[in-house]
């Protein structure tokens, strides 16, 4: 039998190594877009690798961490794009205001959503995420009169921090950085608090954790919540950065099995897995780019297909637990 | 004053089928009742059906005089009332101390003190030099004693033990009989469902025997195994299993 830190808990030896990392990967982070300032390019990337953290992210708290699998997630991007999108252009409220008012209006779509299917067995949750964010599309297309319908909503052009509109990449990546944090600490605080073990013990076997006192609905319809408001909150990030929303892509399907993807790539139920994933993605999509230039966004979408049936095939669990076990089994090779 | 526990004229029907037909009997504080009968008899549903896993179609159950039929799993758990699974799934993703502190949270102010209790547990039930093992690579002994270990972190005061010796080595039932009795010690009020009878023999004073769905004796264990419907009951398992 093998020994198993599990899904939870560090040993306290590697504390002040750990800490040292830290530091150097904050300050590196911090450095990063000042030393890439004159690669407008590469910033960008590197703007929509942290974007893409951030909702895999946000997706891995429930779907990873409560087991919840979500296939319509861009439901919740899409409220949260176009929440602090119409406040901002119809009635000039801050996005930074409008940021918070997205992540409570998806908060209490995934509430609903959750009280409704969360309590029956079987697919019926996947199901309803992928007929809310279609029906939400087909809303957002046709309901013209609001939201200007496949036309989109462009976000003027003014400056200005409380417009969260800048002439700079810069202020983008910090926020992109900070949306990005926010899903990894709370995956970090799942791992050591009572609410995380119980959602842990949900994923694991739903009929045991109600025979041992969890009241297992209530768990998974709360990692619904604060999974729902932190992907609205990239939502709007988005809108700002992008400058212009439509609904065929702020609640396609596409974009919500991205998030998925990037989640099982890496590692679903870790904290660094949905990081890991994006960064896989992003530097794919990158150099496809570079090297298909001209290309179908098909072949992109053959290449992805296929990476995600190699892990699938040979690392169900994805690369990060993956490569922690390679490691430890390293590391006890070399210590015996 | 009430019996802790009380089930009176409960029924389940499936569809056309009856489970559990009309049974009712009352578990005092500190006893230990074993539950007999062939495979189908209703033990099962019986469990599920005082500890909310399904809700009873007639009669009512009360736990120290309250009524409980139709109440949710969870809250008749943090009530005072466990129990454990025939088929044991530990929580995959979590290790044996983990698994065992999942069972201590409902009733810890903190994790710390949930992992205490958990330790304090492990100790009882003989896992402690497991406790950082995965618990879905434990093998099907230590995998029964994990699922009464967690069982037993909840702090209940009525448990039910879903066959905890099936699948266990004559070793392994010694071993569990020891903890079992340990377990009685601490007051906790024991039904077990046993198809093994040796333990019944050893721990339960009384033993219930259900027969398609219905109770068909109920009282002194030695003299309830005499009784010729028991033996019946027993001997027509017996000719079907060959």
């Known amino acids: 039998m093998k020994e198993e830190k599990g899904a939870l808990s560090k040993s306290a030896s590697a504390v002040p190594r750990r800490g040292l990392g830290w530091i150097v990967l904050a300050a590196v982070l911090i450095a990063l877009p000042f030393l890439l300032q004159n690669e407008i390019y590469y910033l960008d990337v590197l703007i929509f690798f942290l974007l893409w953290a951030a909702m895999a992210g946000a997706w891995n708290l429930a779907g990873g961490y409560g ?54 067995k ?25 939201t200007q319908g496949s036309q989109g909503i462009n976000i003027p052009y003014t400056p200005g921090l409380a417009n969260m509109v800048f002439d700079s990449k810069i202020p983008y990546y910090f926020i992109a950085l900070a949306l990005c944090a926010l899903p990894y600490f709370t995956a970090k605080w799942l791992e050591r608090s009572k609410f995380g073990y119980r959602l842990i013990a949900v994923r694991g076997g739903e009929a045991a954790a109600q025979a041992l006192g969890i009241n297992t609905v209530a768990v998974k319809v709360t990692i619904l919540v604060i999974s729902s408001a932190l992907t609205a909150m990239a939502g709007t990030l988005y809108a700002q950065y992008i400058a212009i929303i439509e609904p065929l ?15 099982m790539i890496g590692g679903t139920g870790t ?13 794919l999509n990158t ?31 994805g690369v990060i637990p993956w490569a922690k076990r390679q490691w430890r089994r390293l590391a006890g090779r070399v210590a015996s | 004053m009430n019996p802790l526990l009380s089930v009176h004229e409960v029924s389940k029907q499936f569809g056309g089928l009856t489970a559990v037909r009309r049974v009712s009997f009352a578990v005092e504080e500190g006893e230990m009742v074993g539950i007999i009968g062939p495979n189908g008899a209703g033990k099962t549903t019986l469990f599920h059906l005082i500890t909310g896993f399904l809700k009873p179609s007639e009669g009512d159950i009360r736990f120290r005089g309250r009524s409980i039929a139709g109440w949710k799993p969870y809250r008749i758990s943090r009530l005072g009332i466990t129990r454990t699974f025939q088929i044991v799934k530990p929580f995959a993703h979590l290790n044996v101390l983990q698994n065992v502190t999942v069972a201590a949270l409902e009733r810890s102010a903190t994790l710390r003190e949930a992992t205490r209790v958990a330790e304090e547990v492990l100790e009882v039930v003989g896992l402690a030099g497991y406790r950082d093992h995965a618990a879905v690579d434990l093998p099907i002994g230590l ?37 079992l009795k340990q377990v009685r010690e601490r007051g906790v009020t024991l039904c077990m469902i046993e198809h093994v009878l040796k333990p019944i023999f050893e721990l339960c004073p009384r033993t219930l025997v259900l027969q398609q769905g219905e109770l068909i004796a109920d009282g002194p264990t030695e003299e309830v195994m005499r009784r010729a419907e028991v033996v019946e009951a027993y001997l027509g398992e017996a000719i079907s299993d060959a």
């Open chain 1, 67 to 120: 087991g919840l699998l979500s296939l319509g997630h861009a439901l919740f991007f899409g409220v949260g794009a176009y929440t602090s999108s119409l406040l901002f252009v119809k009635l000039h409220i801050s996005p930074w205001i409008g940021m918070l008012a997205g992540a409570v209006a998806a908060a209490i779509l995934g509430a609903f959503i959750g009280v409704l299917t969360l309590r029956l």
């Open chain 1, 122 to 146: 079987g697919p019926f949750f996947g199901l309803a995420t992928i007929a809310f964010s279609e029906v939400f599309m087909i809303i957002a297309i046709n309901w013209k009169d609001l």
């Open chain 1, 249 to 263: 892509h702020e609640f396609s399907f596409a974009l919500s099995v991205q998030m998925v993807l990037m989640s």
């Open chain 1, 271 to 283: 904290a660094s897995g949905p990081v890991f994933g994006a960064l896989v993605v992003t530097f």
């Open chain 1, 287 to 317: 150099v496809l780019r570079d090297v298909l230039e001209g290309a179908q966004g098909g072949l992109q979408a053959v290449v992805y297909g296929a990476l995600l049936v190699l892990v699938v095939l040979f690392i169900p669990e």
């Open chain 2, 143 to 179: 995998k029964k004693k994990l699922e009464l270990a967690k069982a037993l972190a909840t702090r209940p005061a009525l448990l039910f033990l879903d066959e905890v010796m099936g699948g266990l080595t004559p070793g392994e039932v010694r071993d569990m009989i020891e903890v």
